[in-house]
């Protein structure tokens, strides 16, 4: 079964399709359904590419940082060489598989109608897909299908990412600066959560609240791997960070898990809450980083239930603590990369004795 997020891509696609075909019947007389369905799904397919970066990607994020006044008319450009290009792609295709009688000359050729028919459907999906990435995929799937509009108890694992040393930074580099610098933190989440199927939910304050379903999570302990390869890109790119912000980023979790009540709040506007005890013991656990000296922690309750931990990993017992606001103590473990076996030394060479 393909993850929530392929088939949201899945289904923009087939949308594109379906966008071909319904060209081709308002201006074609439905003369070749399977000819609108290609240049569709070509269209759509190498915009979106475009959208997501896995083409051009550098130019894509060089215009993201353009102002508004450049960006607009920078995109508008941009987003009619794609479609230019889909209509080839998708033109010669058409005409390789016999679909249309027209020579490949006409096949690959943008009209001004396909040109406005094409950025007018471009411009809702990407809208949609802006609203998507706005709100969360897995949240923006939840308001579509109002999963949560009555109250709904189901368990769920959290993982609260606290970026360290933030306030000191924005005392040295002020507050523009370190928005920059948190901003630039919750995109490098991004990646990770998204490869272990997490739904990055909140953003507080310098911390970033990611969920998982039980039974995702717990899978393959994705909600453990996440942690460490969020820290494993981090260090990746950490003369980057140094360049850029002078410093290379330190982050505090924290894992738990149970049931909740998940409901949809607000009028105005709407957000997916959560409420329960188990949000409220993540956030205790979080403050135990500190006063324990570590940066990873995990409730035993959760780590109780993980199948094993991920390949490199290991867990310390730190013992029970009272955490304000609970009656029971709560036992947490260190989460840390295993120590790597020193390496033996290599048997010294035998001797060969002289010659005579």
């Known amino acids: 079964?393909?993850?929530?997020?392929?088939?949201?891509?899945?289904?923009?696609?087939?949308?594109?399709?379906?966008?071909?075909?319904?060209?081709?019947?308002?201006?074609?007389?439905?003369?070749?359904?399977?000819?609108?369905?290609?240049?569709?799904?070509?269209?759509?397919?190498?915009?979106?590419?475009?959208d997501r970066g896995m083409i051009l990607g550098g130019l894509q994020a060089r215009m993201r940082r353009m102002p508004a006044k450049l960006y607009v008319p920078a995109a508008e450009l941009a987003y009619v060489l794609m479609i230019a290009a889909g209509i080839a792609a998708g033109g010669?295709?058409?005409?390789?598989?016999?679909?249309?009688?027209?020579?490949?000359?006409?096949?690959?050729?943008?009209?001004?109608?396909?040109?406005?028919?094409?950025?007018?459907?471009?411009?809702?999906?990407?809208?949609?897909?802006r609203m998507r990435d706005l709100i969360g995929g897995e949240v923006f799937v939840n308001f579509l299908v109002g999963r949560?509009?009555?109250?709904?108890?189901?368990?769920?694992?959290?993982?609260?990412?606290?970026?360290?040393?933030?306030?000191?930074?924005?005392?040295?580099?002020?507050?523009?600066?370190?928005?920059?610098?948190?901003?630039?933190?919750?995109?490098a989440l991004a990646e990770p959560v998204r490869r272990n199927a997490g739904s990055t939910d909140d953003y507080i304050g310098d911390m970033a609240m990611i969920t998982w379903p039980m039974a995702r999570g717990l899978k393959n302990a994705r909600c453990v791997a996440c942690v460490f390869d969020v820290l494993d890109r981090i260090e990746a790119e950490a003369e980057a960070w140094q360049a850029h912000f002078g410093t290379v980023p330190r982050l505090r979790a924290a894992l738990h898990g149970g049931y909740i009540v998940t409901a949809e709040v607000g009028v105005d506007r709407h957000k997916i809450a959560y409420f329960g005890d188990t949000v409220n013991v993540t956030a205790r656990?979080?403050?135990?980083?500190?006063?324990?000296?570590?940066?990873?922690?995990?409730?035993?309750d959760l780590l109780g239930r993980l199948p094993k931990?991920?390949?490199?990993?290991?867990?310390?017992?730190?013992?029970?603590?009272?955490?304000?606001?609970?009656?029971?103590?709560?036992?947490?473990?260190?989460?840390?990369r295993a120590a790597l076996p020193l390496a033996q030394p290599e048997p010294p060479l035998p001797r060969i004795a002289a010659l005579p």
């Open 309 to 336: 931990l991920p390949e490199g990993v290991i867990a310390r017992s730190l013992g029970a603590h009272a955490l304000r606001g609970r009656g029971q103590p709560l036992s947490v473990s260190s989460l840390e």
């Open 92 to 129: 010669l295709v058409v005409w390789a598989l016999g679909l249309t009688g027209d020579p490949l000359s006409e096949a690959i050729r943008i009209t001004p109608r396909v040109l406005a028919y094409s950025l007018a459907v471009s411009a809702i999906l990407v809208f949609v897909i």
């Open 148 to 187: 949560y509009h009555r109250p709904v108890r189901e368990e769920r694992i959290f993982l609260f990412l606290d970026v360290v040393g933030s306030t000191a930074f924005a005392e040295t580099h002020g507050d523009l600066k370190t928005q920059a610098y948190l901003g630039a933190v919750f995109a």
């Open 1 to 50: 079964m393909l993850p929530q997020h392929r088939w949201f891509w899945v289904l923009i696609l087939v949308a594109c399709g379906g966008a071909g075909l319904l060209y081709n019947m308002l201006f074609v007389g439905g003369a070749s359904l399977l000819a609108g369905l290609a240049y569709g799904l070509a269209v759509g397919a190498t915009t979106l590419a475009f």
């Open 285 to 300: 656990i979080e403050a135990l980083c500190r006063p324990l000296g570590t940066e990873i922690l995990i409730s035993d």
